[in-house]
């Protein structure tokens, strides 16, 4: 599952909701209202307030409608969901790039190290020896929790990469897929694997 450019769905909300406005007969037979309004006044009780209120729920009201459901329907989409707000945190995260509190191509060494993570640290099926290359690990933060930060080396690439492991929020969906969010011009993948959530960053 991808989840990476929403804008071209808020426009087309966006645009068909703006388009509904009194069209030019409607607007024609208001104008000839008025005037007929101004030119008899004996008449004008034919345009009483209940009429102008009747005139204006007919007309206005479903343009005002249409107006509140874009801005529901925009403010759905503008707000960051969980898989977007992790996403960020580990973007900024990887951005900042710290250096490991404790370098080591061992996992134990670097589990052990991080006594204070209320997990212990998984060897994911993602990465396999003969490509990737553990350097180190230091603490972190997602989701207001104490996370571990893992610097990985990507032996075919030669380039280092930052995978993070942390408790997996219960209101992270789906589980069990692959997500690839973009953010600050980071690609951040996440996935849930052993009860943890895990992200890769670069």
């Not at 909300?13 to 005037?35: A, I």
């Not at 996992?107 to 396999?128: A, E, G, M, T, Y």
């Not at 897929?177 to 959530?197: A, R, S, Y």
């Amino acid at each position: 599952m991808k989840t990476n450019i929403k804008e071209p769905l808020d426009n087309a909300v966006k645009q068909h909701y703006l388009e509904k406005n009194l069209e030019d007969h409607q607007m024609n037979e208001l104008q000839e209202m008025l005037n007929n309004a101004h030119v008899d006044n004996s008449s004008s009780s034919q345009y009483s307030l209940s009429n102008w209120l009747a005139i204006f729920k007919g007309r206005a009201l479903p343009v005002a409608f249409a107006s509140l459901l874009v801005f529901s329907v925009v403010w759905m989409f503008e707000q960051p969901n969980v898989q977007q707000n992790i996403a960020g945190e580990i973007a900024y995260n990887h951005n900042k790039q710290m250096a490991p509190e404790i370098i080591s191509a061992s996992l134990d060494d670097i589990d052990v190290f991080l006594s204070k993570l209320d997990f212990q640290l998984i060897r994911s099926s993602h990465f396999n020896d003969k490509q990737w290359e553990i350097v180190g690990g230091r603490y972190c933060s997602i989701g207001g929790h104490l996370a571990a930060q893992l610097k990985i080396k990507n032996k075919t690439e030669n380039k280092l990469h930052t995978v993070y492991q942390a408790l997996l929020p219960k209101d992270f969906e789906p589980k069990n897929k692959t997500i690839d969010i973009f953010v600050d011009g980071v690609k951040v993948k996440m996935w849930e694997e052993k009860g943890l959530l895990i992200g890769l960053a670069g």
